[in-house]
């Protein structure tokens, strides 16, 4: 599996974008590049996932250059509710016999009135 | 949709005792897993099922069992508690072909004395 590195934490204000980069320089050709958002006491929750390019959806933008070998996760205009742990991490998104998904420390986002 | 349920909320063990950490889904997801989370830590994989009657070891399987005879049902059974199996312990389900796409349940805060 590969590794991924990120941010231990960032700070950021309310109404700003929060860009969120992630290293993972040994993805395999069949890794997808996933974001999970974790609130205290709670499960990780499913943000978005790409393979290259750029993937949006109602939540949050990722970008993944030709290479492959980041991916940055972009938050337009947070609010206090967007603080939460962010996992980025890198697999293969299907298959009989996963090793599941692989969880670094993540990025401790917090947001500031 | 309950969506992956896990019971019980919150649990004390003495060291030696042995219990069932229960996971429950109605999505009608093959895969399921359990993962644990230690306080400052990412989630590591225990086991993880790909269907009914399919059982497989994780990253850190040691003291846990798990069995599989209904696609809706995942329990995790600790043998003999240890304290060092105080942690947070998720469930998680997903359809076999969108493996990096999992929905986590609330989790079980496990205490072992």
């Known amino acids: 599996l590969a590794k991924t590195t990120q941010p231990i934490s960032m700070d950021s204000y309310e109404g700003q974008e929060v860009n969120i980069t992630c290293s993972h320089n040994?993805?395999?050709?069949?890794?997808?590049i996933t974001w999970y958002q974790q609130f205290p006491s709670q499960g990780p929750r499913f943000i978005i996932q790409g393979y290259k390019t750029k993937v949006k959806n109602e939540v949050a933008s990722l970008f993944i250059p030709a290479d492959r070998k980041s991916s940055t996760l972009s938050l337009p205009r947070v609010s206090l509710s967007d603080t939460a742990v962010y996992y980025c991490?890198?697999?293969?998104?299907?298959?009989?016999?996963?090793?599941?998904?692989?969880f670094g420390k993540g990025t401790h986002l917090i947001i500031q009135p | 949709n309950a969506g992956v349920t896990q019971t019980p909320k919150f649990q004390v063990l003495k060291t030696g005792q042995s219990m069932t950490l229960q996971c429950a889904q109605d999505?009608?997801?093959?895969?399921m897993s359990w993962y644990r989370q230690d306080p400052g830590m990412g989630l590591r994989l225990i086991h993880y099922s790909v269907g009914a009657g399919i059982t497989d070891q994780g990253e850190v399987p040691n003291g846990y069992n798990v069995s599989r005879s209904t696609t809706e049902d995942f329990p995790l059974r600790l043998l003999s508690a240890a304290p060092s199996q105080t942690s947070v312990y998720f469930c998680?389900?997903?359809?076999?072909?969108?493996?990096?796409?999992?929905?986590f349940g609330p989790g079980t805060r496990l205490t072992v004395l």
């Open positions: 040994n993805i395999a050709t069949n890794d997808y």
């Open positions: 991490l890198v697999g293969e998104r299907s298959g009989g016999g996963a090793d599941g998904l692989t």
């Open positions: 998680a389900s997903s359809y076999v072909g969108t493996i990096g796409e999992q929905f």
């Open positions: 999505m009608n997801h093959e895969y």
